[in-house]
Nanobody, 123 residues
């Protein structure tokens, strides 16, 4: 089965940038969409961005649109989340996930495999 491993988290000052990576390995299980979610302590998990792996379709939460960019490197089987103009409210654990099918807006329950998460802290 597919495994997802996130990396690239860290601590930055407000206005800074980070790039998260999500490397997929193993049988993809028919995944056609990858997404980034985040969850802060005491808050519900929320979708950040998703991307269809076989076409140009992307989705962004209103809170990150224009600041974040999701992309996919097919040869490397890796999805990226470029985060610019970071704000303290972006502080969270960021999770990568895979789904069969692209929806707008996405549904968390469609994502059948999740990474372990990477911490992003903005001060």
């Amino acid at each position: 089965h597919v495994q997802l491993v996130e990396s690239g988290g860290g601590s930055v000052q407000a206005g800074g940038s980070l790039r998260l990576s999500c490397a997929a390995s193993g049988n993809t299980g028919g995944a056609t969409c990858m997404g980034w979610f985040r969850q802060a302590p005491g808050k519900e998990r929320e979708v950040v961005a998703t991307i269809y792996l076989y076409g140009p379709m992307t989705y962004y939460a209103d809170s990150v649109r224009g600041r974040f960019a999701i992309s996919h490197d097919r040869p490397k089987n890796t999805v990226y989340l470029q985060m610019n103009g970071l704000k303290p409210e972006d502080t969270s654990v960021y999770y990568c996930a895979a789904a069969r099918g692209f929806r707008d807006p996405p549904r968390a329950r469609d994502f059948f495999v999740w990474g372990q998460g990477t911490q992003v802290t903005v001060s």
